[in-house]
């Protein structure tokens, strides 16, 4: 059985769910109706990684991290791995496009299946989905909330240096 841990954050409450050997989703407090198990039952169940992860987002969101070396198992289709994977690549504090993820994976009319991917993201943050922005420059959707993707924006262009 997953553990969960709630984390307060100054974007939020976050509810990290992981397995002792990976994380395996990341839930923003507006999201607990996605859950797929009872947060009652595991919440509580303290897993050294999801400790872990707690203390790297709060470095990460105090500008003092800027990768995470946790690791991650997200669940989705071929496609959604490739996209989740290639978010990893991206450094920290440089934005990118739908547009240009899907060029650079070989398939330029991809674009609205590189943002349903971002869409999915069950590990937002730990992938940094919030480094895509559209090809108009404007922020898009994001999980979290449009405010709280300008702050993580925000953050990691103050600090990129």
């Known amino acids: 059985m997953p553990g969960v ?12 769910v992981g397995e002792e050997n990976f994380l395996t989703a990341l839930y923003f407090e507006h999201e607990l109706g996605k859950l797929n198990f009872s947060l009652a039952c595991t919440e509580g169940k303290s897993l050294p990684l999801l400790e872990e992860a707690a203390r ?3 470095q990460y969101l105090a500008g003092r991290r800027k990768y995470f ?3 991650l198992k997200p669940e989705g289709t071929p496609f959604l791995q490739k996209v989740w994977h290639y978010l990893l690549s991206l450094p920290y504090g440089e934005l990118t ?9 070989g398939n330029p009319r991809s674009y609205r299946a590189v943002a349903l991917a971002c869409q999915k993201n ?14 108009d420059g404007k922020i898009g959707g994001y999980k979290g909330g449009v405010e709280v993707k300008s702050r993580l924006i925000a953050l990691e262009l103050k600090n990129r240096t």
């Open 56 to 58: 790297q987002l709060d």
């Open 122 to 135: 069950p590990l937002p943050i730990f992938i940094p989905c919030h480094r895509v922005v559209r090809s």
């Open 5 to 16: 841990l709630r984390h307060d954050t100054e974007i939020g409450n976050l509810f990290i």
């Open 69 to 71: 070396t946790l690791p």
């Open 97 to 105: 496009s739908y547009r240009e993820i899907a060029f650079r994976m």
